[in-house]
């Protein structure tokens, strides 16, 4: 029941992960180290897919959407977090914590539900190499990624209508260095208990139940290739990627299932789960695929040598 007479928070002020300032600043070259890694490592990535003639296939159009929403994603918490360790007071206004809730948790679904359409990708091209190319046609392709975003933007438009509706008239400070639902509905001056289930079976339920299918699924497709010749390169090559997205797959829902699929109680872990989730996760995306796969290892080299390297050599020859 909201109180019929109250003050309006209109800004939140953030605890951060550390009071101390030498841990901060420890802190902030780490991460700040973190974030410049992920914007040339995922950049570098979009670059060499759409550059290079020998990477058309559906799966690398759809890891050039990954990195790009690990761009987005990277980019929604990292530069206020790396900002705030120079403020004494770390703020953010109402408006600013609504916007960064809902990017957070638009990209963030919108990468589950991609990682979804790539387990869809892997299962054509293994169980129906014949017809792959008719099955994932660039127009589907593209259908799917649009459903994604469409999907992400859904859930994300549910839980800012279950925030904004609340009533915030008390505290108004965050034990975090972001704003989350996780955080701001524990400080609603109300009965959150109906929002809370609410998104706990939209966020949590979600990420259980599609973390679950896409680990059976992906066990099947490697049950699928040992049956083929262990020696066959393009066995092989299937099996690394299938891999490489198991690995992509533990790493995004792991920590999400953590937060989510569970009351939003504070537990300890909660900063160091959030850190890994929002600022580490996505650098991990870009090492994985360049490290496991060798066309993009090999597209990656010749990118760097025609385009950085001869314009080098270009300008000490003038």
Not at 6 to 33: P, W
Not at 216 to 222: E, G, K, T, V
């Amino acid at each position: 029941m909201e109180p019929a007479n109250y003050t309006r928070v209109t800004e939140f002020v953030l605890t951060g992960l550390s009071q101390t300032r030498e841990v901060q600043l420890v802190l902030f070259v780490i991460f700040l180290s973190f974030y410049l890694f992920i914007l040339p490592g995922n950049i570098l990535i979009i670059c060499t897919i759409r550059l290079d003639p020998h990477l058309t296939s559906p799966m690398y159009f759809l890891l050039a959407n990954l990195a790009f929403l690990d761009i987005w994603y990277s980019s929604i918490t990292a530069p206020k977090m790396l900002i705030d360790f120079f403020v004494e007071r770390k703020r953010i206004s109402f408006g600013g914590c609504i916007a960064q809730l809902f990017f957070l948790h638009f990209v963030g679904a919108s990468e589950m539900f991609l990682l979804t359409v790539m387990a869809f990708d892997r299962y054509a091209a293994i169980c129906r190499p014949l017809h792959y190319a008719t099955i994932m046609n660039r127009r589907l392709c593209s259908i799917l990624v649009v459903l994604s975003w469409l999907g992400g933007f859904i859930h994300s438009i549910i839980q800012v209508a279950l925030i904004v509706r609340l009533p915030f008239c008390g505290p108004n400070e965050l034990d975090s260095y972001f704003c989350d639902i996780t955080q701001v509905i524990r400080i609603a001056c109300a009965n959150t208990f109906p929002e809370e289930l609410v998104m706990i079976f939209s966020s949590g339920l979600i990420s259980v139940v599609c973390f679950i299918a896409l680990l059976m699924s992906y066990a099947f497709l490697l049950a699928m290739l040992k049956k083929h010749s262990g020696s066959d390169e393009s066995t092989s090559r299937a099996m690394s990627t299938c891999y490489s997205h198991i690995t992509i797959v533990v790493f995004m829902f792991g920590p999400s299932i953590y937060i989510y699929a569970r009351p939003f109680d504070s537990f300890s872990l909660d900063k160091v789960v959030s850190v890994f989730h929002t600022v580490i996760f996505p650098l991990l995306n870009p090492i994985i695929y360049t490290l496991r796969n060798k066309e993009v290892k090999t597209a990656m080299r010749k990118l760097v040598n025609r385009y950085i390297l001869c314009f080098g050599c270009e300008e000490n020859v003038c």
